[in-house]
Protein backbone atom coordinates (compact mmCIF):
# COMPACT_ATOMS: atom_id res chain seq x y z
CA UNK A 1 0.00 0.00 0.00
CA UNK A 2 1.89 2.64 -1.18
CA UNK A 3 -0.03 4.86 -3.72
CA UNK A 4 1.06 7.98 -4.22
CA UNK A 5 -1.70 10.56 -4.90
CA UNK A 6 -1.32 12.73 -7.99
CA UNK A 7 -3.89 15.05 -8.30
CA UNK A 8 -1.72 17.44 -10.59
CA UNK A 9 -2.06 14.62 -12.72
CA UNK A 10 -5.56 15.78 -13.49
CA UNK A 11 -4.96 19.00 -14.01
CA UNK A 12 -4.35 18.88 -17.98
CA UNK A 13 -8.22 18.16 -18.23
CA UNK A 14 -9.62 20.38 -15.91
CA UNK A 15 -11.66 21.82 -19.36
CA UNK A 16 -13.00 17.85 -20.05
CA UNK A 17 -13.91 18.13 -16.14
CA UNK A 18 -15.60 21.89 -16.46
CA UNK A 19 -17.39 20.39 -19.69
CA UNK A 20 -18.96 17.51 -18.21
CA UNK A 21 -20.08 19.77 -14.86
CA UNK A 22 -21.48 21.99 -17.06
CA UNK A 23 -23.50 19.20 -19.18
CA UNK A 24 -24.87 16.99 -15.86
CA UNK A 25 -26.00 20.43 -14.22
CA UNK A 26 -27.83 21.59 -17.53
CA UNK A 27 -28.98 18.09 -18.34
CA UNK A 28 -30.53 17.34 -14.92
CA UNK A 29 -32.34 21.09 -14.20
CA UNK A 30 -34.27 20.75 -18.13
CA UNK A 31 -35.03 17.12 -17.51
CA UNK A 32 -36.10 17.87 -14.40
CA UNK A 33 -38.29 20.71 -15.18
CA UNK A 34 -40.06 18.40 -18.29
CA UNK A 35 -39.99 15.31 -16.42
CA UNK A 36 -42.30 16.96 -13.51
CA UNK A 37 -44.63 18.34 -15.92
CA UNK A 38 -45.14 14.67 -17.02
CA UNK A 39 -45.62 13.63 -14.10
CA UNK A 40 -47.98 16.11 -12.70
CA UNK A 41 -49.88 15.13 -16.07
CA UNK A 42 -49.65 11.59 -15.85
CA UNK A 43 -50.88 12.53 -11.84
CA UNK A 44 -54.29 14.27 -12.87
CA UNK A 45 -54.86 11.72 -15.56
CA UNK A 46 -54.66 8.57 -13.35
CA UNK A 47 -57.15 10.33 -10.98
CA UNK A 48 -59.24 12.72 -12.46
CA UNK A 49 -59.29 11.74 -16.17
CA UNK A 50 -61.16 9.33 -18.32
CA UNK A 51 -61.03 5.36 -17.20
CA UNK A 52 -58.94 4.45 -20.49
CA UNK A 53 -56.10 7.42 -19.94
CA UNK A 54 -55.72 6.16 -16.39
CA UNK A 55 -54.82 2.90 -18.09
CA UNK A 56 -52.66 4.37 -20.35
CA UNK A 57 -50.76 6.36 -17.94
CA UNK A 58 -50.80 2.94 -15.83
CA UNK A 59 -48.77 0.87 -18.79
CA UNK A 60 -46.37 3.59 -18.79
CA UNK A 61 -45.65 4.10 -15.10
CA UNK A 62 -45.33 0.24 -14.77
CA UNK A 63 -42.95 0.16 -17.90
CA UNK A 64 -40.74 2.41 -16.65
CA UNK A 65 -40.21 1.48 -12.95
CA UNK A 66 -40.10 -1.53 -13.78
CA UNK A 67 -37.21 -1.65 -16.40
CA UNK A 68 -33.70 -0.76 -15.49
CA UNK A 69 -32.95 2.98 -16.41
CA UNK A 70 -29.78 1.80 -18.73
CA UNK A 71 -32.21 -0.71 -20.97
CA UNK A 72 -34.22 2.32 -20.84
CA UNK A 73 -31.54 4.48 -22.26
CA UNK A 74 -30.16 1.85 -24.99
CA UNK A 75 -33.21 1.31 -26.08
CA UNK A 76 -33.99 4.94 -27.21
CA UNK A 77 -30.44 5.38 -28.99
CA UNK A 78 -29.56 1.96 -30.24
CA UNK A 79 -33.07 0.34 -30.78
CA UNK A 80 -35.03 3.50 -32.23
CA UNK A 81 -33.05 4.40 -35.45
CA UNK A 82 -34.34 0.78 -36.77
CA UNK A 83 -37.82 2.42 -36.48
CA UNK A 84 -36.19 5.03 -38.40
CA UNK A 85 -36.31 7.02 -35.40
CA UNK A 86 -32.45 8.50 -34.95
CA UNK A 87 -31.92 10.97 -31.83
CA UNK A 88 -28.26 12.58 -30.75
CA UNK A 89 -27.02 11.10 -27.49
CA UNK A 90 -27.78 14.53 -25.95
CA UNK A 91 -31.90 14.23 -26.85
CA UNK A 92 -31.84 10.90 -25.64
CA UNK A 93 -30.10 11.15 -22.83
CA UNK A 94 -32.93 13.97 -22.07
CA UNK A 95 -35.55 12.07 -23.43
CA UNK A 96 -34.45 9.01 -21.36
CA UNK A 97 -34.33 11.02 -17.96
CA UNK A 98 -37.87 13.10 -18.85
CA UNK A 99 -39.69 9.64 -19.57
CA UNK A 100 -37.73 8.36 -16.15
CA UNK A 101 -38.74 11.21 -14.01
CA UNK A 102 -41.96 11.91 -15.61
CA UNK A 103 -43.20 8.08 -14.61
CA UNK A 104 -41.91 7.99 -10.59
CA UNK A 105 -43.21 11.71 -10.09
CA UNK A 106 -46.52 10.70 -11.82
CA UNK A 107 -46.85 8.43 -8.68
CA UNK A 108 -45.47 10.96 -5.81
CA UNK A 109 -47.91 13.24 -7.17
CA UNK A 110 -50.82 11.03 -7.54
CA UNK A 111 -49.71 9.88 -3.50
CA UNK A 112 -50.07 13.73 -2.95
CA UNK A 113 -53.17 14.30 -4.59
CA UNK A 114 -55.04 11.43 -2.85
CA UNK A 115 -54.19 12.68 0.19
CA UNK A 116 -56.28 15.69 -0.41
CA UNK A 117 -59.07 15.57 1.37
CA UNK A 118 -62.40 14.84 -1.02
CA UNK A 119 -64.26 17.63 1.25
CA UNK A 120 -62.12 20.45 0.21
CA UNK A 121 -62.58 19.99 -3.65
CA UNK A 122 -66.26 19.87 -3.23
CA UNK A 123 -66.18 23.31 -1.39
CA UNK A 124 -64.30 24.27 -4.09
CA UNK A 125 -66.47 23.30 -6.99
CA UNK A 126 -69.76 24.37 -4.64
CA UNK A 127 -68.29 28.14 -4.43
CA UNK A 128 -69.00 27.71 -8.21
CA UNK A 129 -64.69 27.00 -8.84
CA UNK A 130 -64.08 25.90 -11.84
CA UNK A 131 -62.54 22.37 -12.40
CA UNK A 132 -59.02 23.56 -13.53
CA UNK A 133 -58.92 26.17 -10.43
CA UNK A 134 -59.74 23.20 -8.26
CA UNK A 135 -57.30 21.07 -9.24
CA UNK A 136 -54.59 23.77 -9.38
CA UNK A 137 -55.27 25.88 -6.36
CA UNK A 138 -56.95 23.36 -4.27
CA UNK A 139 -55.34 20.03 -4.99
CA UNK A 140 -52.23 20.46 -6.70
CA UNK A 141 -50.80 23.58 -4.28
CA UNK A 142 -52.04 20.85 -0.97
CA UNK A 143 -50.56 17.95 -2.87
CA UNK A 144 -47.21 19.28 -3.97
CA UNK A 145 -46.90 20.80 -0.51
CA UNK A 146 -47.29 17.16 0.60
CA UNK A 147 -44.82 15.55 -1.53
CA UNK A 148 -42.37 17.95 -1.82
CA UNK A 149 -39.60 16.11 0.24
CA UNK A 150 -40.30 12.88 -1.55
CA UNK A 151 -40.01 14.95 -4.95
CA UNK A 152 -36.75 16.14 -3.85
CA UNK A 153 -35.25 13.42 -3.06
CA UNK A 154 -36.68 11.85 -6.34
CA UNK A 155 -34.53 14.50 -8.06
CA UNK A 156 -31.28 14.06 -7.10
CA UNK A 157 -32.39 10.49 -7.81
CA UNK A 158 -32.22 11.14 -10.60
CA UNK A 159 -29.34 13.58 -11.15
CA UNK A 160 -26.89 10.75 -9.64
CA UNK A 161 -28.74 8.31 -12.26
CA UNK A 162 -27.61 10.41 -15.09
CA UNK A 163 -24.51 9.37 -14.95
CA UNK A 164 -25.68 6.49 -16.53
CA UNK A 165 -25.63 8.67 -19.84
CA UNK A 166 -22.35 8.47 -20.49
CA UNK A 167 -22.33 4.77 -21.86
CA UNK A 168 -24.20 6.42 -25.28
CA UNK A 169 -21.18 8.83 -25.47
CA UNK A 170 -22.94 11.78 -23.78
CA UNK A 171 -20.37 13.97 -22.31
CA UNK A 172 -21.49 14.41 -18.44
CA UNK A 173 -19.58 14.23 -15.77
CA UNK A 174 -18.94 10.67 -16.01
CA UNK A 175 -18.21 10.59 -19.61
CA UNK A 176 -15.41 13.29 -18.83
CA UNK A 177 -14.07 10.46 -15.73
CA UNK A 178 -13.73 8.23 -17.92
CA UNK A 179 -12.18 9.79 -20.50
CA UNK A 180 -9.69 10.93 -18.07
CA UNK A 181 -9.31 7.37 -16.59
CA UNK A 182 -8.34 6.13 -20.02
CA UNK A 183 -5.71 8.26 -21.04
CA UNK A 184 -3.60 8.74 -17.40
CA UNK A 185 -4.62 5.51 -15.57
CA UNK A 186 -5.34 7.80 -12.34
CA UNK A 187 -8.45 5.92 -11.49
CA UNK A 188 -8.36 6.52 -7.68
CA UNK A 189 -7.92 10.25 -8.17
CA UNK A 190 -9.96 10.96 -11.05
CA UNK A 191 -13.17 8.72 -9.35
CA UNK A 192 -12.66 10.46 -6.33
CA UNK A 193 -12.72 14.11 -7.47
CA UNK A 194 -16.09 12.83 -9.41
CA UNK A 195 -17.44 11.28 -6.24
CA UNK A 196 -17.29 14.67 -4.72
CA UNK A 197 -17.72 16.51 -7.16
CA UNK A 198 -21.23 14.62 -7.17
CA UNK A 199 -21.52 14.78 -3.13
CA UNK A 200 -20.89 18.78 -3.65
CA UNK A 201 -23.80 19.43 -6.37
CA UNK A 202 -26.71 16.54 -5.07
CA UNK A 203 -25.98 18.96 -1.59
CA UNK A 204 -26.08 22.20 -3.42
CA UNK A 205 -29.09 21.07 -4.90
CA UNK A 206 -31.05 19.61 -1.82
CA UNK A 207 -30.02 23.20 -0.30
CA UNK A 208 -31.45 24.71 -3.01
CA UNK A 209 -34.42 22.44 -3.34
CA UNK A 210 -35.79 23.56 0.37
CA UNK A 211 -35.27 27.24 -0.31
CA UNK A 212 -37.11 26.77 -3.59
CA UNK A 213 -39.52 25.12 -1.36
CA UNK A 214 -39.99 27.86 1.28
CA UNK A 215 -40.47 30.27 -1.37
CA UNK A 216 -43.63 28.92 -3.41
CA UNK A 217 -45.04 27.30 0.29
CA UNK A 218 -44.88 30.42 1.90
CA UNK A 219 -46.19 29.72 5.64
CA UNK A 220 -49.81 31.78 4.69
CA UNK B 1 12.08 -25.03 -0.89
CA UNK B 2 13.26 -21.64 -2.65
CA UNK B 3 16.75 -23.84 -3.33
CA UNK B 4 15.01 -26.92 -4.55
CA UNK B 5 12.59 -24.75 -7.31
CA UNK B 6 15.50 -23.07 -8.32
CA UNK B 7 17.55 -26.53 -9.00
CA UNK B 8 13.93 -27.86 -10.61
CA UNK B 9 14.13 -24.24 -12.61
CA UNK B 10 17.88 -24.89 -13.64
CA UNK B 11 16.47 -28.53 -14.70
CA UNK B 12 14.11 -27.79 -16.88
CA UNK B 13 15.76 -25.24 -18.90
CA UNK B 14 19.03 -27.25 -19.44
CA UNK B 15 16.68 -29.91 -20.94
CA UNK B 16 14.54 -27.81 -23.13
CA UNK B 17 17.74 -26.17 -24.70
CA UNK B 18 19.03 -29.17 -25.20
CA UNK B 19 15.76 -30.48 -26.60
CA UNK B 20 16.08 -27.69 -29.12
CA UNK B 21 18.88 -28.57 -30.27
CA UNK B 22 17.70 -31.07 -32.61
CA UNK B 23 16.54 -29.61 -35.84
CA UNK B 24 12.84 -29.31 -35.76
CA UNK B 25 12.30 -29.83 -39.42
CA UNK B 26 13.91 -32.64 -39.10
CA UNK B 27 12.21 -34.66 -36.19
CA UNK B 28 8.66 -33.41 -37.86
CA UNK B 29 9.57 -35.44 -41.09
CA UNK B 30 10.13 -37.92 -39.27
CA UNK B 31 7.95 -38.27 -37.01
CA UNK B 32 5.60 -37.55 -39.61
CA UNK B 33 3.30 -35.15 -37.47
CA UNK B 34 3.49 -31.49 -36.87
CA UNK B 35 2.34 -30.30 -33.61
CA UNK B 36 0.33 -26.60 -34.44
CA UNK B 37 -0.69 -24.37 -31.56
CA UNK B 38 -3.90 -22.43 -32.16
CA UNK B 39 -6.36 -20.14 -30.75
CA UNK B 40 -9.75 -21.69 -29.13
CA UNK B 41 -10.87 -18.26 -27.83
CA UNK B 42 -10.44 -15.67 -30.60
CA UNK B 43 -12.90 -15.71 -33.38
CA UNK B 44 -12.25 -15.87 -36.62
CA UNK B 45 -8.66 -16.71 -36.18
CA UNK B 46 -9.42 -19.73 -34.19
CA UNK B 47 -12.89 -20.66 -31.86
CA UNK B 48 -14.90 -23.57 -31.01
CA UNK B 49 -17.04 -24.64 -33.58
CA UNK B 50 -20.70 -26.36 -33.98
CA UNK B 51 -18.73 -29.42 -33.14
CA UNK B 52 -16.48 -28.21 -30.51
CA UNK B 53 -13.71 -28.32 -32.95
CA UNK B 54 -11.75 -25.54 -33.07
CA UNK B 55 -12.12 -23.57 -37.00
CA UNK B 56 -10.70 -20.48 -38.17
CA UNK B 57 -8.24 -18.69 -40.29
CA UNK B 58 -5.28 -20.08 -37.93
CA UNK B 59 -6.96 -23.67 -38.37
CA UNK B 60 -7.05 -23.64 -41.88
CA UNK B 61 -3.80 -22.15 -42.22
CA UNK B 62 -2.14 -25.27 -40.08
CA UNK B 63 -3.73 -27.76 -42.03
CA UNK B 64 -2.22 -25.85 -45.16
CA UNK B 65 1.52 -26.09 -43.74
CA UNK B 66 0.66 -29.77 -42.33
CA UNK B 67 -0.17 -30.67 -46.01
CA UNK B 68 2.04 -28.48 -47.59
CA UNK B 69 4.93 -30.66 -45.84
CA UNK B 70 3.49 -34.13 -46.45
CA UNK B 71 2.77 -34.74 -43.15
CA UNK B 72 -0.54 -34.90 -40.45
CA UNK B 73 -1.11 -31.63 -39.06
CA UNK B 74 -1.74 -32.08 -35.04
CA UNK B 75 -4.12 -29.18 -33.80
CA UNK B 76 -3.52 -27.79 -29.97
CA UNK B 77 -5.58 -25.11 -28.87
CA UNK B 78 -4.37 -22.91 -26.57
CA UNK B 79 -4.95 -19.46 -25.42
CA UNK B 80 -3.26 -16.23 -25.48
CA UNK B 81 -1.49 -16.27 -22.50
CA UNK B 82 0.34 -19.50 -22.79
CA UNK B 83 0.79 -19.74 -26.53
CA UNK B 84 4.43 -18.68 -26.16
CA UNK B 85 5.00 -21.35 -23.23
CA UNK B 86 3.99 -24.35 -25.26
CA UNK B 87 6.26 -23.64 -27.99
CA UNK B 88 9.36 -22.71 -25.66
CA UNK B 89 8.55 -26.35 -24.10
CA UNK B 90 8.30 -28.06 -27.49
CA UNK B 91 4.51 -29.03 -26.86
CA UNK B 92 4.17 -27.07 -30.13
CA UNK B 93 6.25 -27.12 -33.14
CA UNK B 94 4.21 -24.17 -34.39
CA UNK B 95 2.47 -21.52 -32.97
CA UNK B 96 -0.17 -19.99 -35.39
CA UNK B 97 -2.52 -17.99 -33.06
CA UNK B 98 -3.04 -14.42 -34.41
CA UNK B 99 0.58 -13.69 -33.56
CA UNK B 100 1.93 -10.42 -33.80
CA UNK B 101 5.72 -9.54 -33.48
CA UNK B 102 6.96 -6.96 -30.85
CA UNK B 103 10.79 -6.62 -29.46
CA UNK B 104 9.56 -8.83 -25.62
CA UNK B 105 8.51 -11.94 -28.30
CA UNK B 106 11.19 -11.59 -30.50
CA UNK B 107 14.31 -11.71 -27.80
CA UNK B 108 12.11 -15.55 -27.18
CA UNK B 109 10.73 -16.53 -29.94
CA UNK B 110 11.49 -16.66 -34.33
CA UNK B 111 9.02 -15.10 -36.49
CA UNK B 112 7.88 -15.96 -39.73
CA UNK B 113 6.64 -13.99 -42.64
CA UNK B 114 3.28 -12.38 -42.25
CA UNK B 115 0.55 -14.89 -43.11
CA UNK B 116 -2.56 -12.54 -41.67
CA UNK B 117 -3.39 -9.30 -42.25
CA UNK B 118 -4.54 -7.68 -38.32
CA UNK B 119 -4.97 -3.76 -38.40
CA UNK B 120 -6.97 -1.56 -36.93
CA UNK B 121 -8.71 1.37 -38.73
CA UNK B 122 -11.63 3.74 -39.77
CA UNK B 123 -14.19 1.53 -41.61
CA UNK B 124 -17.84 2.94 -43.06
CA UNK B 125 -19.96 1.98 -45.16
CA UNK B 126 -19.57 2.14 -49.20
CA UNK B 127 -21.24 5.49 -49.96
CA UNK B 128 -18.84 7.29 -47.30
CA UNK B 129 -15.71 8.82 -49.72
CA UNK B 130 -13.22 8.80 -46.68
CA UNK B 131 -9.42 8.12 -47.58
CA UNK B 132 -7.80 9.70 -44.98
CA UNK B 133 -8.18 11.42 -41.06
CA UNK B 134 -8.63 14.32 -42.95
CA UNK B 135 -11.62 13.24 -45.05
CA UNK B 136 -12.85 12.81 -41.37
CA UNK B 137 -14.42 16.66 -41.45
CA UNK B 138 -17.92 16.77 -40.25
CA UNK B 139 -18.67 12.84 -39.75
CA UNK B 140 -18.83 11.28 -36.47
CA UNK B 141 -16.96 8.38 -35.97
CA UNK B 142 -17.79 5.82 -32.91
CA UNK B 143 -14.53 4.21 -31.07
CA UNK B 144 -14.23 2.35 -28.01
CA UNK B 145 -13.01 4.48 -25.17
CA UNK B 146 -9.45 3.66 -24.47
CA UNK B 147 -8.58 1.55 -27.76
CA UNK B 148 -5.36 2.11 -29.60
CA UNK B 149 -7.13 3.07 -32.76
CA UNK B 150 -9.48 5.53 -30.86
CA UNK B 151 -6.50 7.45 -29.11
CA UNK B 152 -4.59 7.90 -32.70
CA UNK B 153 -8.16 8.95 -34.09
CA UNK B 154 -8.69 11.77 -30.93
CA UNK B 155 -5.14 13.05 -31.95
CA UNK B 156 -5.10 12.52 -36.18
CA UNK B 157 -8.93 13.84 -36.52
CA UNK B 158 -9.73 16.95 -37.66
CA UNK B 159 -11.57 19.57 -34.94
CA UNK B 160 -14.73 19.61 -36.18
CA UNK B 161 -15.05 15.48 -36.75
CA UNK B 162 -16.98 14.17 -34.04
CA UNK B 163 -15.54 11.18 -31.82
CA UNK B 164 -17.99 9.06 -30.26
CA UNK B 165 -16.28 7.16 -27.42
CA UNK B 166 -18.26 4.25 -25.84
CA UNK B 167 -17.74 1.90 -22.60
CA UNK B 168 -17.16 -1.60 -24.91
CA UNK B 169 -16.64 -3.11 -28.22
CA UNK B 170 -20.31 -4.12 -28.45
CA UNK B 171 -21.85 -0.67 -27.69
CA UNK B 172 -19.56 1.04 -30.38
CA UNK B 173 -20.67 -1.58 -32.93
CA UNK B 174 -24.09 -0.98 -31.93
CA UNK B 175 -23.50 2.84 -32.22
CA UNK B 176 -22.55 2.27 -35.90
CA UNK B 177 -25.14 -0.63 -36.82
CA UNK B 178 -28.00 1.36 -35.66
CA UNK B 179 -26.30 4.02 -37.76
CA UNK B 180 -25.56 6.98 -34.42
CA UNK B 181 -22.17 7.12 -36.27
CA UNK B 182 -21.24 7.16 -39.79
CA UNK B 183 -18.17 5.27 -39.18
CA UNK B 184 -16.31 3.13 -36.69
CA UNK B 185 -12.86 2.79 -36.08
CA UNK B 186 -11.89 -0.59 -35.02
CA UNK B 187 -10.14 -4.27 -35.94
CA UNK B 188 -10.60 -5.87 -39.34
CA UNK B 189 -11.88 -8.60 -37.45
CA UNK B 190 -14.76 -7.35 -35.81
CA UNK B 191 -15.69 -5.25 -39.31
CA UNK B 192 -16.09 -8.79 -41.08
CA UNK B 193 -17.85 -9.63 -37.69
CA UNK B 194 -20.23 -6.22 -38.39
CA UNK B 195 -20.15 -7.43 -42.29
CA UNK B 196 -20.85 -11.34 -41.69
CA UNK B 197 -24.06 -10.21 -39.31
CA UNK B 198 -25.69 -7.04 -40.82
CA UNK B 199 -24.42 -7.06 -44.48
CA UNK B 200 -26.48 -3.82 -45.18
CA UNK B 201 -24.41 -1.88 -43.02
CA UNK B 202 -21.17 -3.81 -44.08
CA UNK B 203 -18.13 -1.23 -42.89
CA UNK B 204 -15.33 -1.35 -46.08
CA UNK B 205 -12.01 -0.23 -44.99
CA UNK B 206 -11.28 3.82 -45.34
CA UNK B 207 -8.00 3.99 -43.96
CA UNK B 208 -5.39 1.81 -41.67
CA UNK B 209 -4.36 3.23 -38.29
CA UNK B 210 -2.25 0.36 -37.17
CA UNK B 211 -1.06 -1.89 -39.20
CA UNK B 212 0.16 -5.44 -37.16
CA UNK B 213 -0.20 -8.30 -38.71
CA UNK B 214 0.34 -11.92 -37.86
CA UNK B 215 3.35 -14.07 -37.99
CA UNK B 216 3.88 -17.90 -37.51
CA UNK B 217 5.84 -18.13 -34.02
CA UNK B 218 9.16 -21.37 -33.40
CA UNK B 219 11.53 -21.48 -31.71
CA UNK B 220 14.64 -19.64 -32.12
CA UNK B 221 17.70 -21.69 -33.90
CA UNK B 222 15.51 -23.68 -36.34
CA UNK B 223 16.16 -22.48 -39.68
CA UNK B 224 15.49 -25.00 -41.18
CA UNK B 225 12.05 -24.88 -40.06
CA UNK B 226 11.72 -21.21 -40.54
CA UNK B 227 13.25 -21.51 -44.38
CA UNK B 228 10.36 -23.96 -44.94
CA UNK B 229 7.68 -22.32 -42.87
CA UNK B 230 8.29 -19.27 -45.14
CA UNK B 231 8.57 -21.13 -47.89
CA UNK B 232 4.58 -22.60 -47.86
CA UNK B 233 3.76 -19.02 -46.79
CA UNK B 234 4.75 -17.32 -50.22
CA UNK B 235 3.79 -19.81 -52.43
CA UNK B 236 0.48 -19.76 -50.74
CA UNK B 237 0.28 -16.16 -51.46
CA UNK B 238 1.29 -16.47 -54.53
CA UNK B 239 -0.98 -19.17 -55.54
CA UNK B 240 -4.45 -17.28 -53.86
CA UNK B 241 -4.64 -19.45 -51.13
CA UNK B 242 -4.43 -16.95 -48.32
CA UNK B 243 -6.38 -14.31 -50.48
CA UNK B 244 -9.06 -17.30 -50.06
CA UNK B 245 -8.41 -17.45 -46.46
CA UNK B 246 -9.45 -13.51 -46.13
CA UNK B 247 -12.14 -13.90 -48.01
CA UNK B 248 -13.42 -16.88 -46.35
CA UNK B 249 -12.73 -15.67 -42.54
CA UNK B 250 -12.42 -11.74 -42.61
CA UNK B 251 -14.53 -11.04 -45.46
CA UNK B 252 -12.09 -8.91 -47.29
CA UNK B 253 -9.68 -9.43 -49.66
CA UNK B 254 -6.32 -9.13 -48.59
CA UNK B 255 -5.06 -5.35 -48.49
CA UNK B 256 -2.67 -4.17 -51.16
CA UNK B 257 0.56 -4.85 -50.83
CA UNK B 258 -0.07 -7.49 -47.69
Redesign the interface.
Same mark, same amino acid.
Given at each position: MSYKLQFAELLPYWNVLLYGLVFTIALTIVSTAVGIAVGTAGAAARTFGPVWLGRIVAVYVELIRNTPFIVQLFFIFFGLPALGLKLSETTAAFLAMVINLGAYSTEIIRAGIEAVPKGHIEAGLSLAMTKWEVLRRIVLNQAFRKIYPALSSQIIIVMLGSAVVSQISAEDLTYAANFIASRNFRNFEVYLLVALAYLVLAMLMRAALRALGRVIFKAR | MLKRLMLAAAIATAAVATQAHADALDSIMKSKVIKIAVPQDFAPFGSAGLDLKPQGYDIDMANLIGKELGVKTEIIPVTSANRIPYLQTNKADLVISSLGKNEEREKVIDFSIAYAPFFSGVFGTKAIAVASAADLKGKTI $?AT *? $?AIE??ALTSAAPPDATV? *???DNN %?TI %? %?FV? $??VDLIATGNTVAAAIAEKVPARAPMLKYVIKDSPCYVGLNKNEPALLAKVNEIITKAKASGEIGKLSEKWLKAPLPPGF
Amino acid at each position: MSYKLQFAELLPYWNVLLYGLVFTIALTIVSTAVGIAVGTAGAAARTFGPVWLGRIVAVYVELIRNTPFIVQLFFIFFGLPALGLKLSETTAAFLAMVINLGAYSTEIIRAGIEAVPKGHIEAGLSLAMTKWEVLRRIVLNQAFRKIYPALSSQIIIVMLGSAVVSQISAEDLTYAANFIASRNFRNFEVYLLVALAYLVLAMLMRAALRALGRVIFKAR | MLKRLMLAAAIATAAVATQAHADALDSIMKSKVIKIAVPQDFAPFGSAGLDLKPQGYDIDMANLIGKELGVKTEIIPVTSANRIPYLQTNKADLVISSLGKNEEREKVIDFSIAYAPFFSGVFGTKAIAVASAADLKGKTI $GAT *R $GAIEEQALTSAAPPDATVK *RFEDNN %ATI %A %AFVS $GQVDLIATGNTVAAAIAEKVPARAPMLKYVIKDSPCYVGLNKNEPALLAKVNEIITKAKASGEIGKLSEKWLKAPLPPGF
